[in-house]
């Protein structure tokens, strides 16, 4: 089990993890644990399902804090650091080679082409979303297969933006 401590308008909240078979135990505080089912991920993106609705959150983080949208409501918070724990990844669906747009938005660079080489971690687009700018990292080291939009263009969330191909 792996706790966290949030503060969210200056209340501190504690969240439990447990991993179970194929889901998670959530519980807040002292709370009836509910269990949580991944349905799909992205780096900036987690769809889940919690008692058996379908969720879609939105994450970024930037300024010493969290920012987190679910059903169009958004919610900003921090890490309490004295307490923070890191829980391990998810991996990426869909084998790590297309990355997508974690929110809807617009695509302010693209900084490679077909037929570039790419490292891990290299920034290979930054789309502009809620007023802050999110790099788009490669997640493997390959050759860009195809970029599908150019600057400017408005793209939305979960939208693959550049096709990778492995080396």
Request: hydrophobic residues 40%; aromatic residues 8%; charged residues 25%.
């Amino acid at each position: 089990m792996v706790e966290y401590r949030f503060v969210y308008a200056g209340k501190t909240y504690r969240v439990n993890v447990e991993a179970a078979t194929g889901s998670w135990l959530i519980s807040i505080d002292d709370g009836e644990p509910l269990e949580v089912k991944l349905i799909s991920s992205s780096p900036y993106c987690l769809s889940f399902s919690m008692g058996g609705r379908p969720i879609t959150a939105y994450a970024l983080q930037g300024d010493g804090r969290r920012y987190i949208s679910i059903d169009g409501e958004s919610f900003s918070f921090e890490l309490e650091k004295s307490r923070a724990r890191r829980a391990p990844g998810v991996a990426a669906q869909g084998g790590g080679n297309v990355v997508s747009s974690p929110m809807p938005g617009f695509l302010v660079k693209v900084l490679v082409s077909g037929g570039d080489k790419v490292e891990v971690g290299q920034t290979l687009a930054i789309v502009e979303a809620m007023k802050m700018e999110n790099e788009l990292k490669s997640p493997i080291k390959g050759i860009v297969k195809r970029v599908k939009f150019e600057e400017g263009n408005q793209v939305d969330a979960l939208q693959p933006i550049v096709e990778l191909e492995a080396v």
